[in-house]
């Protein structure tokens, strides 16, 4: 008979918000799936070192053989981000089983749900974004107000100022969204900036000695562009001048305010006073909330989790704090689905179509296919894979 | 010192509300016959509790008897791993194709809207040593239900239209329970007492100010729809609530909680068919 274990966290003692529906998530999934309940541990009984592997990573207290390890399939319930999830108590080892402590399936485990948030978020494009990377960054006005714009090669990411936060779904390719974009300015540019004053409602792309000129309310590229920057512009700052990789005007909270960007570094300059403000340059990742970095890459943090198991399964985005998927995930392999299928009907029962299922599988060795795998007694359930290569999916609920 | 909260100034929305009942639609022999033939289907119907459900060959029909909503998948639509990709139709062109096909199987509803276009994709990587190759797999067209100018929250009230190679639809979902207006109008609470019952729930009972921050960035009126094999006799009125959370120990995570908007006496409710009492004051 297979075995199934649960853990699940409700109270969070200051460490993060108290949730509501972890323990009736869980032991829905529990008490509903066909199998051998070996073990429930909520609260302060659910331990970050049930996850992890004895002697790996750092704190390297893992007990995972007497439990997470030592089951079929485990459920979590509680909150998480893309380092791993996150428990209430700290005491038994530091409270986070973090994906560098983990290593599942060298025993018993061939999968584990996520039920948190973004354990399995993936930027496929965001080594673009890193550190020196970056070419330039733009305001949106008109009706892309509100929203901040990031450049780099063929690509954008959007920031949106409210949220203090980049916007689901990004990088996107720039030609298909930015219209008349000249064939010249594709392969990256060097500064953009938003007009002011009697140049509101455009917006200026540098690239070498030339630039465009946007206008927002026709979503285009104005006619007579590119030209040559000396010819039109003069006066900018000589701190900057020939290693400028970004310009954004403030919003918001912002406004009044322009940020360049160089490097790693950015400073800031108010119109007010028509001055950088003191104390800067500052380093951008330190300030700017949410910077994709090489920690958005699924396979970097949890290619080396697998040793054994088949499947990972979560969310790329926010989920709710709601009590019924776990149950239903349960009743979907109950009836037959394949796993990853129960995982992605139990999902899309639950949550609104902004929310991202994903899973993350792993693959290779004789006879392996984990995509195909059912709960025991279901249907097929592939050997162990060798862990040869890693699929990531993610999708609309 | 900073505050704990950090709470949008907002305007009054609206006094009123009206409560949109729910009932038990009777899913009866001709209803799963005409629905079926919608998707050319012929098998007979198999009753698995919480769905009912028609399969064959080509395809799996789920009809949720709790609230009537529809799920019908194409067999095997679901190898989401195509190794390679698919060109998909634009945007404004996939709903512009999806608007008729919802038509054509019966599924269209003047109170449902395109919402937004997202895709499902997949990276392989072969090895660590190597760039994960991604691919897009599906295109999917989301619509979102409102009610007098109000969006209805939750997973029971979506669209879903799916489309695979040659932009051929290989899924749809409705998640709906037909509503009826009650006549009379119900009083909302004020804004001010939802922002207070947000503050007191438990899920903040344990942040202090000088290690966490809470930041509320939208809130909306609007109804809350409980997924699709649950009962729910009426949509809940609530108010919603999105923002972050930052503690010392967690930095930064989204939240949206649902406090419920009406103030309504529960033999009231209990009167119009209704019951909400269940429902927990935040959701």
Redesign the interface.
Known sequence: MAKIGIEWVK??????????NTKKQAEGFYNKLSGTRSFNWGDDLAWDQDFEESGVGSPATGTDTTWIDSVHIAFFSG?G?PTGP?FGV?GYDN?RAHHSEVRWGNQTLDWIAFDA??ILR?E?LSKYFLTGKLQASICGDDKFTGKGYFFSGDYYIRYDW??D?VDI?YPKRIKDHWHNWPSSFNGGIDAALCGDGPFSGKAYFFKGNSYIRYDWGSDAVDPGYPKNIASHWHGWPNSFNGGIDAVLLGDGPFSGKAYFFKGDLYLRYDWSNDSVDSGYPKKIRDHW??WPNLNDD??DRW?DSFNGLHIILGFYT?C??ES?RGR?FA?YLN?GYTV??AW?KAC???????A?WAYLRSGGGSGVNT?NDHWHGKGWVSPDPTN?????????? | MANLFTIPELSEIRREISIYRTPLKTIDKETIRKISSAFDMKARAID?G?RIMVKDRFGVLEIFEASGSIWWTKQNR?R??RRKSVRFLSEKKAIEKANPYLKTVGLADRKAKP??V???????????DKQ?T?VI??Q?V?Y?FSLDDLPV???G??I?VTFSENNQVVEV?K?WREPKKERRKYKLISIETAIKIFQKH???????KR??K?QA??ISLGYYAL????IQVCLIPVYRFKG??S????A?????KYVVAVDVEADTLKKIGGSITAT?L?I
């Open positions: 109270k969070y003692h200051g460490r993060a918000s108290n949730l509501s909150h981000g996150l700290a409270g948030c973004k993936h496929g409210n949220n936060n779904g909330h949410n699924v396979f290619r926010t709710n704090d019924k239903y009743e009836d990853i299928e992605k899309k029962e639950t949550e609104s179509s902004d991202k995509y040869a290569w890693c699929a990531y999916s993610k999708g609309s609920c | 698995s919480s679901s989401s791993e919402k937004s997202s895709y499902t994709e997949t990276f392989i990587e072969r090895s660590k994960p991604g797999t599906h999917h989301n979102e929250f939750g997973p009230a979506k879903q979902l998640f438990e899920a903040f009972w344990d942040l202090s290690t966490a809470i960035n939208e997924p699709p094999r649950e972050f959370v503690t010392k120990d967690f930064r995570y989204d939240f949206a927990p935040v």
